[in-house]
Nanobody
Framework: QVQLVESGGGLVQAGGSLRLSCVASGRIFRVNTIGWYRQAPGQQRRELVALITSGDSTNYADSVKGRFTISRDNSKNTVYLQMNSLKPEDAAVYYC????????WGQGTQVTVSS
């Protein structure tokens, strides 16, 4: 059974940084996209970044471009989201996902940014 588990969220001051991790367990075949979404209270879930595994191309939402960076360590089955220059509007629950023959989601990790 595939599981994605995020960690690394927490409380940070505006301008600070956090690195989120997403560890995958179980076997996932034919992964084509990995990425991160976030959802703030009362808002829809929004995609932040998608990494296309064939070629490692990335697509970032304008709201995080230049501040957030996705990376992965295949040896650890882990995807990271480095978040710099955090703003209060970045506060949300952050979810990682994997798209393959099926789609998998983590349970989310809370990020709070104080002004």
């Amino acid at each position: 059974q595939v599981q994605l588990v995020e960690s690394g969220g927490g409380l940070v001051q505006a301008g600070g940084s956090l690195r989120l991790s997403c560890v995958a367990s179980g076997r996932i075949f034919r992964v084509n996209t990995i990425g991160w979404y976030r959802q703030a209270p009362g808002q829809q879930r929004r995609e932040l970044v998608a990494l296309i595994t064939s070629g490692d191309s990335t697509n970032y939402a304008d709201s995080v471009k230049g501040r957030f960076t996705i990376s992965r360590d295949n040896s650890k089955n882990t995807v990271y989201l480095q978040m710099n220059s955090l703003k209060p509007e970045d506060a949300a629950v952050y979810y990682c996902y994997v798209k393959s023959v099926a789609d998998y989601w983590g349970q989310g990790t809370q990020v709070t940014v104080s002004s």
